[in-house]
């Protein structure tokens, strides 16, 4: 049987995502940016163009990092920020709250170390993952930002889907379409 894929154009490159099904009635068509430089550094470029002024960037472990790694580079960032999914022993009054996204079976923690809060705390933040679809992963990193009193500038991602596509507060770079699981 031939697998299914979607064919997504982005930041002038193509890939053919695997199209799989995370629910019973959804597919989706799966993004990972993980390993892959070329899509990590085109799309923090076109990112960058479009972000407004800010000091700093948070993501949520683990996607997010190399985009965000990238984009903090181009910007000649010192620093970025991750809420990671489990509180670390290395971690000073972490900040913490619940997530449960999309792709994830059940819901999961995201924690920022309370001495990285300390650091965001008046500033202005740019909040970035990878794909926003249900924007309950955004909704927790907003609700820590808020929290450690940073000052959320922008929400962005190299793709949108879901309902996602149609938010006004959120930059994006591509929308990806959700499936249907055929019968």
Same mark, same amino acid.
């Given at each position: 049987?031939?697998?299914?894929?979607?064919?997504?154009?982005? !930041?002038? %490159?193509?890939?053919?995502?695997?199209?799989?099904?995370?629910?019973?009635?959804?597919? +989706?068509?799966?993004?990972?940016? =993980?390993?892959? /430089?070329?899509?990590?550094? !085109?799309?923090?470029?076109? %990112?960058? #163009? #479009?972000l407004p002024e800010i000091d700093v960037i948070v993501t949520a472990e683990?996607?997010?990092?190399? =985009?965000?790694?990238?984009?903090?580079?181009?910007?000649?960032?010192?620093?970025?920020?991750? !809420?990671?999914? @489990?509180?670390?022993?290395?971690?000073?009054?972490?900040?913490?709250?619940?997530?449960? @996204?999309?792709? *994830? /079976?059940?819901?999961? =923690?995201?924690?920022?170390?309370?001495?990285?809060?300390?650091? +965001?705390?008046?500033?202005?933040?740019?909040?970035?993952?990878?794909?926003? @679809? *249900?924007?309950?992963? %955004?909704? !927790?990193?907003?609700?820590?930002?808020?929290?450690?009193?940073?000052?959320? @500038?922008?929400?962005?991602? +190299? %793709?949108?889907?879901?309902?996602?596509?149609?938010? *006004?507060?959120?930059?994006?770079?591509?929308? =990806?379409?959700?499936?249907?699981? #055929?019968?």
């Amino acid at each position: 049987m031939e697998k299914k894929t979607f064919r997504l154009e982005v !930041a002038g %490159l193509v890939r053919e995502l695997p199209i799989i099904q995370i629910s019973e009635t959804l597919c +989706i068509a799966s993004f990972v940016i =993980l390993g892959d /430089t070329e899509i990590v550094e !085109a799309a923090a470029h076109c %990112l960058v #163009e #479009e972000l407004p002024e800010i000091d700093v960037i948070v993501t949520a472990e683990a996607k997010g990092i190399p =985009l965000v790694y990238e984009i903090a580079r181009l910007l000649n960032m010192k620093r970025y920020y991750v !809420a990671r999914k @489990s509180i670390k022993a290395y971690m000073d009054k972490p900040l913490i709250d619940g997530v449960r @996204s999309i792709t *994830t /079976t059940q819901k999961q =923690l995201l924690c920022l170390d309370g001495n990285d809060a300390e650091e +965001i705390r008046g500033k202005r933040v740019a909040i970035i993952d990878d794909v926003i @679809s *249900t924007g309950e992963s %955004l909704k !927790a990193l907003e609700r820590i930002v808020e929290s450690a009193g940073g000052i959320i @500038s922008a929400k962005a991602a +190299i %793709l949108a889907e879901g309902d996602a596509v149609d938010r *006004t507060d959120i930059i994006f770079l591509k929308e =990806l379409p959700l499936f249907p699981v #055929e019968i």
